[in-house]
């Protein structure tokens, strides 16, 4: 194409750098604005319950179960300066998320200024991107890391300097630290690359090998073996060129690897990484359960298991449903993108290429590999990170073309180039607005997983936490949906009368609240009327149904015994599921206003 506006608009390098600091502020601010608005996730409380356990014990091992280490880490030292509440353990994954547009000007040799720009926004808006930004879970983090370390890798091959080597094998091991799935990334590049390299030993046949490729067809077969060797041969100089970063991110890699899950512990001279200092015999142990235990725990718990709940084909579909609803312009545009390049450009550049093969295989691939079907939900960061890409190539595209129209007076061609791109920003910008800020919680949000609270319980943990004064009983949970009828003298779940799981976010809002929490299975196990009642009162709700004349109505409400034994205490009803699961909070309001009272005079 003749129109370039490129350079016109960002000639300047400084300009480029500009553009994308400006796009990364605005990612922030859309990531750190109204952070805490939204009640936890059950798989937020479960990891942040664990990272106060974490705080007040000083010990740590690493759950699979959890996923990886890295948020355990930085959380607590997190929460050792700033109170946890639900704003706090998000700051982390928003921060990440508001960086990662910054990435795409490691790729700004391979993509023209316009398309490294519009890489950073769909960096920065793809609404399951954002979503996920806010939210204290692994699967935008590992995308982000493991996304650099892409990146300085691809930087790496085009300056041949050791630092981007080394720059790119820490990412990768953060990302490793992150969440298991990392490794799928290294997979998905492979595979990525070997299919580039499939279809360059193919059209090589018809090419000169002496040119490197780049030559017109010639009518005769050329001999694929010549580029082969060529480029394994280019591939050593490579590698030798930058050994040191080689060596050095190996290292760092490594390092990275047994700090984040190497054990801590609170016993003296016991096997942990924070008592190498004083008892440096206990190393081996430590590096052995940094290494050999964690992948043993990591092999025992989501390789040599059976956590599937349905077949590929369910799954499939399910991810299918969730990209539509979290990443729709993003893959329209990359599979756009990918077309114009592969059938269109002369030479299609092999990081496009790379780009949407990645995330092809992360949308087929992921189905197989995750636990359980809501899943796909997160997993669609997956696909959306590299999907970008080719994604940012289709829009520049449009824009180029828009450009050329415009140049030669066509008309035409300019409304519909600005008819795309206006659908583009309007599909990427209302469905962002809709999916992370109008229905955060909402079960009809295709990007909400179902163990979301779909009622705010916020106004009722802050009276909770009002409320706990450690003198007595400061939460009673009641029922058998949230209690044991035969509890264990103690467990690793806080109180360990109750059904922990079925709880959840509750233990995380209890635990950072410091309350003391008791159980009652049944109406026997009440307070008495002369004994002293706890100030919230948690169970599941019943449902109340009436009749009026021929009409039946049905609602939710409190157990009646409950009701009944505390008459003056506010109710209030919330889901803490997506679509099931209500709870009915009972607030003594009288102590609460007393609480509150007592407090402003102070």
């Not at 995308?143 to 990412?171: E, K, Q």
């Not at 998905?188 to 193919?202: E, P, Q």
């Not at 991110?249 to 924070?274: K, Q």
């Not at 979301?452 to 009983?473: C, F, S």
């Amino acid at each position: 194409m003749s129109g370039d506006p490129e350079r016109t608009l960002l000639a300047d390098r400084r300009r480029l750098y500009a553009a994308v600091a400006a796009v990364a502020v605005l990612a922030a601010v859309a990531r750190f604005v109204g952070l805490g608005a939204r009640p936890a996730h059950w798989d937020e409380a479960r990891v942040g319950y664990w990272i106060l356990d974490y705080l007040r014990t000083g010990a740590f091992e690493y759950r699979a179960i959890i996923h990886g280490p890295f948020i355990h880490h930085v959380n607590r030292i997190l929460f050792g300066v700033l109170e946890p509440n639900d704003y706090t353990m998000r700051i982390v994954p928003a921060a990440i998320g508001s960086l990662l547009p910054l990435s795409a000007l490691l790729l700004r040799d391979r993509l023209r200024p316009v398309e490294t720009v519009v890489l950073a926004a769909f960096l920065s808006f793809s609404p399951v991107l954002l979503y996920y930004s806010r939210f204290m879970r692994g699967d935008l983090m590992v995308a982000a890391f493991m996304f650099t370390a892409f990146a300085f890798l691809v930087r790496a091959v085009d300056t041949g300097r050791s630092r981007h080597v080394a720059a790119g094998f820490l990412f990768a091991g953060l990302g490793f630290t992150v969440k298991e799935n990392a490794l799928l990334y290294v997979l998905c590049w492979l595979g990525s690359l070997a299919l580039l390299f499939d279809a360059r030993l193919y059209v090589s046949r018809y090419r000169s090998p002496a040119t490197d490729g780049g030559a017109a067809p010639v009518t005769a077969r050329g001999d694929w073996t010549d580029v082969f060797v060529a480029d394994i041969e280019r591939a050593a100089r490579g590698v030798r060129r930058v050994l040191p970063g080689v060596v050095a991110g190996l290292a760092l890699f490594v390092g990275v690897i047994v700090y984040m899950y190497a054990p801590r512990t609170a016993v003296p001279g016991g096997i942990g990484l924070n008592q190498v200092a004083v008892a440096p015999g206990v190393v081996p142990d430590v590096l052995q359960e940094a290494v050999v235990g964690s992948a043993q725990e990591y092999y025992g718990t989501w390789i040599d298991s059976d956590l599937s709940e349905s077949v590929y084909s369910d799954y499939l579909t399910t991810m299918a449903r969730d990209t539509v609803a979290g990443a729709l312009a993003v893959t329209v545009a990359g599979v756009g993108g990918f077309l114009v390049e592969r059938y269109a450009a002369d030479e299609p550049r092999p990081l496009v290429m790379v780009g949407f093969y990645w995330a092809l295989a992360s949308f087929l691939g992921y189905p197989a590999a995750v636990d359980q079907a809501g899943a796909g939900n997160w997993t669609v960061a997956h696909v959306a990170a590299p999907m970008a890409i080719p994604a940012a190539v289709g829009v520049g595209y449009v824009v180029r073309w828009g450009y050329d129209a415009f140049r030669s007076d066509d008309s035409t061609g300019v409304g519909l180039a600005a008819v795309v791109l206006v659908l583009v920003v309007a599909v990427l910008g209302w469905s962002s607005l809709s999916v992370v800020y109008l229905n955060a919680t909402s079960p009809d949000n295709g990007v909400v997983q179902y163990a979301q609270p779909r009622d705010d319980i916020q106004p009722e943990m802050a009276a909770m936490d009002r409320l706990a004064d450690g003198e007595g009983t400061d939460v009673l949970l009641y029922g058998s949906f949230m209690t044991k009828s035969d509890p264990p003298a103690s467990s690793q779940y806080y109180p360990a009368c109750s059904e922990w799981f079925n709880a959840l976010p509750l233990p995380w809002y209890y635990t950072a609240s410091n309350a003391s929490v008791d159980c009652a299975q049944d109406e026997d196990a009440l307070p008495g009327p002369n004994e002293s009642a706890p100030p919230v009162i948690i169970a599941k709700a019943d449902r109340d149904v009436t009749t009026v004349g021929n009409e039946t109505e049905a609602s939710l409400a409190a157990p009646d015994e409950l009701a009944e034994r505390f008459p003056g205490y506010e109710v209030s009803i919330k889901r803490i599921r997506t679509s099931d699961t209500p709870v009915a909070f009972l607030v003594d309001r009288d102590r609460l206003e007393q609480r509150r009272a007592g407090r402003l005079a102070e």
